[in-house]
T-cell receptor, first 114, second 114 residues
Framework: KQEVTQIPAALSVPEGENLVLNCSFTDSAIYNLQWFRQDPGKGLTSLLLIQSSQREQTSGRLNASLDKSSGRSTLYIAASQPGDSATYLCAVRGSAEYGNKLVFGAGTILRVKS | EAEVAQSPRYKITEKSQAVAFWCDPISGHATLYWYRQILGQGPELLVQFQDESVVDDSQLPKDRFSAERLKGVDSTLKIQPAELGDSAMYLC????????????FGPGTRLTVL
């Protein structure tokens, strides 16, 4: 069974700092990996989607990397801002063996202090 | 920008009552998902539709939960009877294609069972 772990569970940083969020998964047979953002009491917003054949994706100040063989992904946020405060969720889409389901981690709660 | 619509946003009900949630996906999206998210955890898939057909409902507690997507557009998730442990956020998502595409999430329905 695919399991997704996110470390740290919570992170508090001063504005302007660069930071890294970590995601690990137990089964490397994945189709793709996504990073989502969730504001309190709201739905999820997709940030980046990395296909299994890719190593990284970038969008603005965000950069996500994928090392499928080691079961790891990182989300790098450059020059953090208070508006980046949210919960960040990593999700892996399993292979057909797992019904191609999206399996989520519990998230990292990020607080950026002004 | 097109969005996934959900209603109601909040629902408070008593144990043993029936509740229903509605979702309208982004126009043209063939795949629709219902997730349950318990506070502090990542979303967990309950049921997935491809057009009007159920593709995966392996995690749906079928003794009390039901879901339908009669015309392959909007969908309803029902719980009868509700139990205390059903208190959670219920999220609907849709995607253009099943495996390869990003899932777009609605704002969710926060259910509280008293």
């Amino acid at each position: 069974k695919q399991e997704v772990t996110q470390i740290p569970a919570a992170l508090s940083v001063p504005e302007g700092e660069n930071l890294v969020l970590n995601c690990s998964f137990t089964d490397s047979a994945i189709y793709n990996l996504q990073w989502f953002r969730q504001d309190p009491g709201k739905g999820l917003t997709s940030l980046l989607l990395i296909q299994s054949s890719q190593r990284e994706q970038t969008s603005g100040r965000l950069n996500a990397s994928l090392d499928k063989s080691s079961g790891r992904s990182t989300l790098y946020i450059a020059a953090s801002q208070p508006g980046d405060s949210a919960t960040y969720l990593c999700a892996v889409r399993g292979s057909a063996e797992y019904g191609n389901k999206l399996v989520f981690g519990a998230g990292t709660i990020l607080r950026v202090k002004s | 920008e097109a969005e996934v619509a959900q209603s109601p946003r909040y629902k408070i009900t008593e144990k043993s009552q029936a509740v229903a949630f509605w979702c309208d996906p982004i126009s043209g999206h063939a795949t629709l998902y219902w997730y349950r998210q318990i506070l502090g955890q990542g979303p967990e898939l309950l049921v997935q539709f491809q057009d009007e057909s159920v593709v995966d409902d392996s995690q749906l507690p079928k003794d009390r939960f039901s879901a339908e997507r009669l015309k392959g557009v909007d969908s309803t998730l029902k719980i009868q009877p509700a139990e205390l442990g059903d208190s959670a956020m219920y999220l609907c998502a849709s995607s253009l294609a099943w495996v390869t595409d990003t899932q777009y999430f609605g704002p969710g329905t926060r259910l509280t069972v008293l």
